[in-house]
């Protein structure tokens, strides 16, 4: 099979302008084809999106252009992406985490509570405690805010595709900016 | 992935769809449509700019919102929804004022002939947008998903005979074989096939959410998408038939035939939906949709009668299905959308950080109730009055459904701006009430060790 082409995207002017490139970034990420690495040009070497990008699957090498700038190509690890059946964006780690020190049954719940309670519950732990969740659904719109605070997360339907599995790890600091 | 699941565009397809709804209210209030008169240039303007210019683009401005919740994967090409958007409204607009050539407007028929390619565009803008999405994760395979899939084909025909028509009405040669006998394929295309079965689609998704009923489909169910899938067969062979020269006679009844009897199916599966709730007392949205759904079954009752007689009888049944099956469905779910993403915009960074409010109070429910209750009893009035061909009651309705949908964008206004909250439980800064939102920053930027 041959590997394709990476994927570039250049921060540097969206930067230029205030604007915050992670979102773009991870977009980029989530349109990726198997296989394809993403060549990032940063006006800065970006060192937090290595630890983001490890947890996603990725491997990192990175070197300084002529200018100042940055180019760093994270190419997908092979064996070290998420198990087959979890959820896109789950945490390639997730099967060496420590038991749940929380578990939460959140089915019978309408849309956000399910979201309110986990984000609230994870407040108050600690960080590196792993929370389980049962649900009805996928929680679509709460998997933006765990990766806004910061949290990992791996999940998956059940066999019989009736509930949901959900782990989060809950971050360190827990972004409370 | 940050909010990837919100569309930055959907409140600006919602106004749009919005000011086009109340636009071609005012103009049927003023007598501009109302039995009899909806082949004449102002009724087909009318029309187009309710079925077009609100219903089309709310179904678009929906889909491309719900598509990324239901392939659970990032919108394909997401910026194409800008483009799209104002490609529908310069189209719609085109179009409604091309119509107006059919009483003597003589620029008109510039725009008639011109209207199909701003419309094609966005068609196909948001058919790159929503269909690539869905065939990457081989979206046929979900109950939700296939049925999108086939309204997107439908919608696609539905250009085709449009454009054919509108070239043919503006003196061209090209779509001449489509008058009159396409009108009938168009109207099922457009109101059966695209928008009905796209908002059936999204109700398999959306009604088990709402009414806490599991979330899996029925033999039901697939009967049901079955039928659709042969009356839509039996639709797109009739417009092969025409554009190569021959005639729909047999393949119409047909066609109507499978409709209805899709529609039962899917009203029998939606009773089904209802009775394995476990949530006892539905909110708002879904007691208002069960009227909307009362409509959709009128309007396959009326189908029959339509086919066979014309006139008042199918102008009644159109008005159902537009006037109170969709709209009523999209008006009731555009209430609990609206407060639904707001919450998630305002509200979901504060979540465990300070308390937040429930999403059903950013709503005034009985307020919403109201105007949702004056727009379901002018829908059945607008009914009636179309099948007696009584126009002062036409226009009566006209009137109480432009007050109900007025009342209903004030409405959605109040919640984009929290009005319903107490104003020490409203953040300082809002996002706006139709442009998107800045995007957020994460909360912290400090390196992590890798392999964590």
Known sequence: MTIPEPLELDVRTPLARGEEPFSAIMAAVDSLLPGQPLRLITPFRPVPLFGVMANRGFGASDRLLQGGAWEVTFTPVVGAGPEAGLTPGSAAGAALWPDPARTLDLTGLMPPEPMVRILETLEAMAAGEVLFALLDREPMFLFPELAMRHHEWAGNFAADGASYRLMVRRGDGGGRG | MIGKQLSRWTMAWFAAALAFLLAALGLAVLGGAGPG?????????????????????????????????????????????????????????????????????????????????????????????????????????????????????????????????????????????????????????????????????????????????????????????????????????????????????????????????????????????????????????????????????????????????????????????????????????????????????????????????MVHELTDARAAGRWLALWVAAAAGGTAALLAGFAPGFRLAALGLLLAALGLCREVVLIRRLRHLAADRRPALLPPIILPPSPRRPDHDHPRTAGA
């Open chain 2, 37 to 357: 008169l909806w082949s004449s240039g102002p009724g087909l303007a009318v029309l187009h700019l309710f079925a077009l210019g609100w219903l089309c683009q709310m179904m678009l401005g929906s889909l491309i919102q719900f598509t990324p919740v239901l392939a659970a994967r990032p919108l394909a090409l997401a910026r194409l929804a800008l483009p799209a958007l104002l490609a529908c409204s310069l189209g719609t607009l085109m179009l409604a004022g091309g119509f107006l050539a059919l009483d003597g407007w003589e620029p008109g028929f510039a725009l008639l002939a011109a209207a199909p390619l701003p419309l094609a565009l966005a068609f196909g803008l948001a058919l790159a947008m929503v269909g690539a999405t869905l065939l990457a994760v081989r979206g046929w395979r979900q109950d939700a998903g296939r049925a999108v899939l086939a309204a997107l084909l439908a919608l696609a025909a539905l250009w085709v005979s449009g454009a054919g028509m509108a070239l043919a009405l503006s003196g061209s040669d090209t779509g001449m074989v489509l008058l009159p006998e396409g009108m009938p394929l168009h109207v099922l295309l457009g109101v059966g096939g695209w928008l009905t079965l796209s908002a059936i689609g999204v109700s398999y998704q959306l009604f088990p959410m709402f009414l806490l009923a599991p979330d899996r489909g029925s033999r039901l169910r697939d009967a049901g998408f079955a039928c659709a899938l042969l009356a839509l067969a039996l639709v797109l062979a009739g417009l092969a038939a025409l554009l190569l020269g021959g005639g729909t006679a047999r393949l119409l009844p047909l066609a109507v035939l499978a409709s209805v009897a899709a529609v039962a199916l899917y009203l029998a599966e939606a009773r089904r939906m209802w009775q394995a709730r476990r949530r006892p007392q539905p909110e708002l949205n879904m007691q208002w949709s069960r009227a909307a759904l009362g409509f959709l079954g009128l309007s396959a009752l009326l189908g029959g009668p339509a086919l066979w007689h014309g006139g008042a009888w199918a102008e009644a049944a159109v008005f159902a299905a537009l006037v109170g099956w969709l709209s009523t469905l999209t008006l009731a779910q555009m209430v609990k959308i609206a407060s639904f993403l707001t919450w998630i915009q305002v509200f979901s960074p504060l979540i465990g950080r300070r308390p937040v409010p």
